[in-house]
């Protein structure tokens, strides 16, 4: 893999967070998986060069199912990343975890069908352990920005991964209540596992927006224009945590993500 270094930090997200950024270049990748969801859009955020991407394209044109996920995660490997953020809205599973809130995840279940979750399909054959999927050093960064900014953060939080575009029955969601985990979502997954197979610090950032159907009856139902109130609020708070948290991460890596997987792809 040739490695460009033209980037620090990746972040995938929703269309328009480039627009936030100082002089912009915009640049596209040719990767052995296909194209890309977008262009990469580069810019400086303090001292770090970031690479950001729309993961749905910037028309919000591409379904969570249909993401090239091993297309965009490596882009950002290509241009050099070492770190990658992955902020995604997402559905709360839990009461005590409120539209408003950001859940900073430290696990993830796959309930995915389909998609391509890996980069060792052959000859190369490895099996890079997921048991720890997130960094700890920008978890522990994340948490502490989140704090200092006034975010309601959640430290941990299981994020249930669902295929889409559909959502979940009440009969579905109210299951993964009961399995104890927080958050739903439709793309932390294969996305987070893939920047760990190439050996880039995953971080994911939970944005809540709703409670999901499984919990209708046991707190007031949210209406749309709830929703998009929660949403925009969300965004407005995830520039400040991001541009906050970027500022401050160390150029040197202290965690163990760089050492997941030999890169013999």
Avoid at 50 to 79: E, Q, T
Avoid at 132 to 151: H, N, V
Avoid at 176 to 189: C, H, L, P, R, Y
Wanted: hydrophobic share 40%.
């Amino acid at each position: 893999m040739e490695i460009q270094n033209r980037a620090e930090i990746g972040v995938f997200g929703g269309s328009g967070f480039y627009s936030f950024l100082d002089n912009i270049e915009e640049v596209s990748i040719d990767t052995p998986y296909g194209k890309t969801s977008d262009n990469v859009f580069l810019g400086k955020i303090g001292s770090h060069t970031v690479a950001f991407m729309p993961r749905h394209g910037r028309n919000h044109s591409i379904p969570p199912h249909l993401v090239n996920f091993r297309a965009n995660v490596w882009a950002m490997k290509a241009l050099g990343c070492k770190r990658v953020i992955s902020p995604c809205a997402a559905g709360s599973l839990q009461k005590e975890v409120k539209p408003g809130d950001f859940v900073i995840c430290d696990q993830f279940v796959d309930w995915t069908d389909g998609r391509k979750t890996t980069f060792y399909e052959g000859p190369a054959v490895q099996h890079p352990s997921p048991a720890d999927p997130y960094c700890p050093e920008l978890r522990k960064l994340a948490i502490e920005t989140g704090k200092s900014l006034g975010i309601n953060i959640h430290e941990t939080g299981t994020v249930v991964v669902i295929n889409g575009p559909r959502f979940s029955t009440k009969a579905e969601s109210a299951f993964f209540t009961k399995q104890g985990w927080q958050v739903i979502n439709m793309t932390a997954f294969p996305e987070a596992y893939l920047v760990k197979e190439l050996n880039m610090c995953p971080l994911n950032i939970s944005l809540i927006t709703d409670y999901d159907a499984g919990l209708v009856g046991d707190v007031p139902p949210v209406s749309h224009e709830a929703v998009m109130e929660v949403f925009n609020n969300n965004l407005a708070n995830l520039k400040s945590l991001l541009f906050t948290m970027i500022e401050n991460i160390p150029s040197e890596q202290h965690c163990e993500c760089a050492k997941t997987a030999k890169l013999d792809l």
